[in-house]
């Protein structure tokens, strides 16, 4: 009896917390899924579907606890609400997460198993590649469901979004630079790359090509080694003096909420502009602080989303030539919320959030949201 009862308190400690993260982001649904003959654990958040089914990536990560994989999702899904919003994009926010070591636990059997949970969603969230899922791993996926964009190019598909995120990201680094020093040009800028991953290694070849000097920080001697490659002038710095470089754009590109309170006070720098997904710790408080210091902060949601974009296509029927067209626009759109930013004397990430949930509430009294099975 007391087993049961145990079981039955931490079920409802844990819808309880799930439907509190629920409110505070205005989430659509979230949904959990277990199939204990491959070891799947995963959860699908999907935050808003106005504009359309939601569409956003599926990552592996090995959580230190379910909690925080629910606050992952959650954070993660809205932005990629905002992120197609203000792209001028018709689609929804979802992302979904799996809990467990990717280079022990993933399999081709937990992948299908994942691909017909998606599929039992009816369309409401579509999913794509995110941290260490792979266009083969898409492969596997879609053998279970049609929900599912980041097919390999040989399938149709646009293949690792990657170059095309960096490309956005690389824009929008340029945008800031126009704002803050009177013109975009980044040669002799002096940046820090925190995270040479894929997004990093094609963005460190974009800096090298125009002449910035790069100072590169990542956890994995072979993603430093790969970056090399891209940028043979890169030079790699250390952990523990990484934030008291003398630079003048930090762009933050592996996991979230790098930009808090320690790194703004050690930070000497004009621009902060990456690809990094909720790179502010606290989106009011530290979005505040940037301003207060007088740096620039270019939203992570908007100038990440080339690789949203480049997926989105797939819908279509996939182009290179017009994804790479589309991602051009977050150049305009940076300045645009650079510019009401300025004149309304308000934090970049406060005008960026009100113009994508302007957008969504616009197009939603004319659109009805995508209903749930």
């Not at 930009?259 to 790179?279: D, K």
């Amino acid at each position: 009896m007391s087993t049961t009862t145990d079981l039955a308190t931490a079920a409802a400690a844990e819808v309880s917390s799930v439907l509190s993260g629920m409110l505070a982001g205005n989430h659509e649904q979230v949904v959990h899924f277990y199939d204990p003959s491959t070891g799947l654990k995963a959860i699908v958040a999907i935050h808003n579907t106005h504009l359309g089914p939601a569409l956003g990536g599926t990552r592996m990560w090995n959580y230190r606890s379910e909690a925080e994989a629910l606050t992952d999702v959650l954070r993660l899904s809205r932005g990629m609400s905002y992120k197609a919003a203000i792209t001028g994009l018709n689609l929804g926010g979802g992302k979904a997460v799996i809990i467990g070591d990717a280079k022990t636990q993933k399999s081709e059997a937990m992948l299908r198993r994942f691909g017909k949970f998606v599929d039992g969603l009816g369309g409401r969230y579509i999913t794509a590649e995110d941290v260490n899922i792979s266009t083969r791993d898409i492969e596997y996926m879609a053998m279970e469901t049609k929900h599912v964009t980041g097919l390999p190019e040989i399938l149709g598909g646009g293949g690792d979004p990657s170059p095309v995120t960096a490309y956005g990201v690389y824009l929008g680094m340029k945008a800031s630079a126009k704002e803050a020093f009177g013109n975009d040009s980044l040669q002799g800028k002096k940046v820090l790359v925190q995270g040479v991953g894929k997004v990093g290694q094609s963005l460190v070849e974009y800096l090298g090509k125009e002449g910035a000097k790069v100072f590169v920080y990542d956890i994995s001697a072979e993603n430093l080694k790969a970056a090399a490659v891209k940028n043979p002038a890169i030079q790699v710095v250390e952990a523990e003096g990484m934030f008291d470089l003398d630079i003048d754009i930090y762009a933050p590109c592996a996991l979230g909420a790098t930009v808090n309170t320690e790194s703004l006070s050690r930070l000497r720098c004009a621009i902060i502009s990456g690809a990094a997904n909720n790179q502010l710790a606290d989106e009011d408080l530290h979005g505040q602080l940037c301003k207060d210091k007088g740096i620039l902060y270019a939203p992570d949601f908007l100038i990440n989303a080339g690789g949203l974009i480049n997926v989105s296509i797939e819908l279509e029927g996939y182009n290179r030539e017009r994804a790479m067209s589309k991602t051009e626009r977050i150049y305009d759109a940076a300045l645009n919320v650079f510019a009401i930013a300025r004149e309304e004397n308000i934090p970049t990430i406060q005008a960026a959030k009100r113009l994508a949930e302007q957008r969504i509430e616009s197009v939603g009294r004319i659109r009805l949201s995508h209903s749930i099975r």
